[in-house]
Structures are given as C-alpha cells and as structure tokens.
C-alpha cells in the first residue's frame, strides 16, 4: 500500500499543474494509473494523440479502455500521472470536449425529449445562470439534421430504439463545437446503417481539423476506419499509426491465447457495417 501513497501524491502534485505541456499533442497521458480497491486497472499509461486523427483504443475486455477515458474526462480519479488535452489540463479545456459515454451507463428512463437532450450540450457554453434560448434550439435542431433524427424532436428518450437513442447523444456532442470528441463505444450493438452514420460523421469531423478518440471494440474495421491507433492491456502495448500498429505481434501481446480466432477476424480483410456476416453452421 505504500506504492500506492506514493502514487498518490505524485497524482495530487500534478493536479496543482496548470501549465502548457505538450501543446501540439491533442492528447498527452503521461504516467497515468488507475486503482480500484488497490488493485490497478490502468498502470503507468502513457498516450500521445496528435491533433486531427481518428484513432481507436482497443484491447480485451478488461483491459481499461473506458477507465482510461474516464480518467482523461476527470470522471475517474486517477492514483498517479497527469492529462493534457492541447497542452492544458481536461478541466481547463473542457468547452473544447465533447464527450459520448456508453450506451449502457445511461438512465433512458429519465423524462425528457430528444430535442432537450441534445440542448444539453450546450450547457458548457452557456454556464449555471443561462437558459438555452431560440438560437440554442436552433443549433439542436440543426444537429438532429445532421444525425437525420430530426423527425423524432419531441420523442421522449425512453421510446427510441438503441441505435436511435445513439445518434442523439451524437447530436448532443456536436453541438458542443469541440476540437476533441471521445466516445464509448458508439458502434456498438447499432444496426448497420446508424454505423454507418456514425462512422460518416465523425470522419467529417476528423476531416475538419478534430481530433476523434473512439473506444472501439470490432477488430475487423480498425484498419477501415481509423488512421491512429492505441491498443491497450492495463498498459499501453503499442500506439501510432494503424498501418505501423496493427499487427498480429501487437494484438498477440495485448489479447493472448486469443489471438488465433482474433487473428483471422481482423486480417481477413477489410469489413465494415455491410460486410456480409459469416454462418457460424
């Protein structure tokens, strides 16, 4: 447990820090450690993302990719290390985060329509004392377009199918008007054509100068829609480049006894949301 005080103080030093570090890096994760209960689910990360990529973190289940993103956003408590998005600390920069959690750690239930959703994004902007107004409602509608769920504006969140109730959180971010965009598995379990949508968008965004970082869970479509990549096990294994990074070596490393099933999935070739599925008969 003394490792664990010491780690602590270097995480309570570097909270204290509020100068430029890394400011041509997107993101810079430098030392970082997670522990939960002692035990470390991230240990001594450290992550660099340039600026204007789409890059995925992947690795088994277990491995602390949500942590790790949670621990960028400060919705983690991190035991050591320190997060720079553009050079400054995540709470310093946050109007410039836009963030889209897991499907799953969301309460759907909650009484509210898709159009109040997506506004929400713009609480940021707008501080404690200020309440979205026309040009607010404008800016949701606009982004609901983009997502085409404008239809469904005064829906409640709760009647939405999965993939639907997706795309508005997409919404929600966009209209953040942020330069670095983190998602929780966005893909994951939506039909075909929200991937679609999705995997449109925020290449758009990339293509606009943002820098989009993706929990991503689908070794087959890495190469097709990611140009940086992270793979991650407790530690980081390899990050760069798709083209440098994603290599049987690599996903051996991070997925173990694994990798033979895993190995044929993801070089087979290229598959993304229309590939035809295989008979498991």
Not at 4 to 19: I, M, V
Not at 235 to 262: C, M, N, P, S, W
Request: overall charge neutral; hydrophobic content about 40%; aromatic content about 6%.
């Amino acid at each position: 447990m003394a490792l664990f005080s010491t780690l602590r103080k270097r995480a309570a030093d570097s909270a204290s820090y509020h100068g430029l570090h890394e400011p041509d890096l997107a993101l810079h994760v430098e030392d970082l450690t997670v522990a939960y209960e002692g035990k470390p689910v991230l240990w001594d990360i450290d992550l660099n993302v340039p600026p204007g990529v789409m890059a995925a973190i992947i690795g088994p289940n277990g491995a602390g990719k949500s942590t790790l993103l949670k621990a960028v956003l400060g919705l983690a408590r991190p035991t050591a290390g320190h997060v720079c998005i553009h050079g400054r600390s995540p709470r310093a920069q946050r109007r410039r985060i836009g963030y889209v959690p897991q499907r799953s750690s969301v309460d759907w239930d909650f009484p509210t329509t898709v159009l109040d959703v997506v506004m929400m994004g713009r609480y940021g902007h707008l501080g404690w004392l200020r309440w979205p107004g026309a040009r607010e409602r404008e800016r949701a509608r606009r982004a609901l377009e983009t997502v085409q769920m404008e239809h469904l504006a005064g829906r409640q969140i709760s009647q939405l199918s999965g993939g639907q109730q997706q795309r508005v959180f997409l919404a929600r971010a966009l209209i953040q008007e942020a330069d670095v965009y983190f998602l929780d598995e966005p893909m994951a379990g939506v039909d075909a054509t929200t991937e679609r949508v999705i995997v449109g968008l925020l290449k758009e965004l990339r293509d606009a100068g943002k820098t989009v970082i993706v929990v991503h869970h689908d070794l087959q479509t890495v190469r097709d829609y990611f140009d940086w990549l992270a793979i991650l096990n407790v530690r980081v294994v390899a990050q760069g480049r798709v083209a440098d990074v994603y290599t049987g070596e690599h996903l051996k490393r991070a997925y173990g006894g694994r990798i033979a099933l895993l190995e044929r999935e993801a070089f087979e070739g290229p598959r993304g949301p229309d590939a035809p599925q295989e008979n498991d008969a």
